[in-house]
C-alpha cells in the first residue's frame, strides 16, 4: 500500500482534475480513449458536487452562525465568501457533467 500524503488526498478529494485524460492532444483514437475514459469517469463528478454542496451548506451556517450569535457582519464574511465560491464551483462541475453526458466525442 502506497503512502499518499495528507495534502494529496485533500486536493484529490476536493478536486477531480487527476481523474481525467486530456482529450485535445494526440491522434484521433488517443482523443476517443481519452473521451471514453472521461466519460466513465464521469459519474464521480456527482460525488464532487455533493461535497461541495456540504462546504456550501457548511459555510453559510457558520456565516449566519457567527453574524447571528457575535453580531459581526465583517467577520461572517470570512463564511460568506467561501460559501458563495463552492456555489460557482458546483456549476462548474455540473457543466462538465452535462457536457459528457450530452456532448459528443472529438471525433
Known sequence: MQHIAFRTLLYRYFFFGWLFKDASC?????????WRHNKERAHWLLTYMRRWAGCTVLFYGLGGLVELLLQSPALSAFFY??????????????????GFKALPGPF
Do not use: D, T
Open 81 to 98: 465568501i467561501p460559501s458563495a465560491l463552492s456555489v460557482s464551483v458546483n456549476a462548474v462541475i455540473g457543466a462538465a457533467w452535462l
Open 26 to 34: 494526440g491522434n484521433q483514437l488517443e482523443r476517443a480513449a481519452a
